[in-house]
């Protein structure tokens, strides 16, 4: 039931690394293949699993989310969103700082509050120039 | 019946050390550097890669249950649970499967565990947030898990070989009775 493992690395655990990094190369790939639309982007704000704001980015003007007991403060600036501030005791949301592509997200795990930006949905984008 | 006291003993010392591991970690802030949410080294985990090999895998499972279940208790944080459980459980699993495969070394067997721990946070983090958005930080955790899987396969190393003398150093292959 038990062995003794090995104790130097092998030329084999190369092969997990290498799993590994393909697949945080292929993970790291997908917003590109869905930002493919070249639109605007649309932000979107969940508190605990509900979509509490979805508007597009260039209309997004920023807001106060209250959640859990902690209050997050949101931010648009030339095209990017962030948390400016939080009362969370871990500040990640703080610290992940601006997102400005398709697919970027920060998360908020104490409060439950998720800021997600989508590429542009495609019932935007349906006329044609 | 004496090697079963000593096991028990064992198990209990290590999910000790195991909380203790944890606790401890909150005072290297890996966040710091890479800010990520959920960013961590990973400590506890040497606990478990030692318990599995040295132990067997009802030993290793037994410890971890034990540690997120008290880890979650001492913090008085319920949905911590959820995220350690995913995450140790998703961990244990790789690296008792990978264990078998024997041209891996602890290096690899301890950075696949530490990937898996990312992956199953990962998921506790989309199913409390309902939402997908924790996926984004997906393939950067799985990078720094490269490294922080490294750090704790080189300490387990260190620590087999430390205990080489011991019948808990290298089971397989001083196993005397």
């Known amino acids: 039931m038990n062995c003794s493992p090995k104790l130097k690395p092998t030329l084999w655990d190369a092969l997990v690394v290498l799993t590994v990094l393909a697949l945080a190369g292929l993970l790291a790939a997908r917003p590109l293949f869905a930002a493919k639309t070249a639109g605007e982007l649309t932000v979107s704000v969940s508190v605990d699993g509900e979509t509490v704001e979805r508007c597009a980015l260039s209309s997004y003007e920023g807001g106060v989310y209250e959640s859990r007991g902690y209050t997050l403060t949101v931010k648009e600036t030339d095209g990017a969103v962030y948390v400016a501030s939080s009362d969370c005791p871990n500040q990640d949301c703080v610290h992940s700082g601006a997102i400005s592509r398709a697919g970027q997200s920060i998360v908020c795990l104490p409060a439950r509050v998720a800021v997600t930006l989508e590429g542009a949905a495609s019932d935007y984008d349906l006329i044609a120039g | ?177």
């Open chain 2, 1 to 177: 019946m004496k090697i079963k006291t000593r096991e028990l003993t064992l198990c209990a010392v290590l999910a000790a050390l195991a909380l203790a591991l944890s606790y401890m970690e909150s005072f290297f802030p890996l966040a710091l550097i890479v800010p990520l949410p959920g960013v961590k080294l990973g400590l506890a985990n040497i606990v478990t890669l030692y318990a599995l090999y040295a132990l067997g895998f009802p030993s290793a499972l037994a410890i971890l249950l034990v540690r997120c279940t008290l880890g979650a208790l001492f913090a008085g944080n319920a949905s911590a649970l959820l995220f350690s459980l995913l995450g140790g459980l998703s961990a244990l699993l790789v690296m008792a499967l990978l264990r078998g495969a024997k041209k891996l070394s602890i290096f690899g067997v301890s950075i696949a565990g530490a990937a898996a721990h990312n992956i199953g946070q990962v998921c506790a983090a989309m199913l409390t947030l309902g939402s997908g958005a924790p996926l984004y930080y997906l393939p950067f955790l799985l990078l720094v898990s490269l490294f922080t899987g490294a750090l704790s396969g080189l300490i387990t190393a260190c620590l087999f070989r430390a205990m080489a003398h011991t019948p808990y150093g290298m089971k397989g292959e001083n196993h005397h009775g």
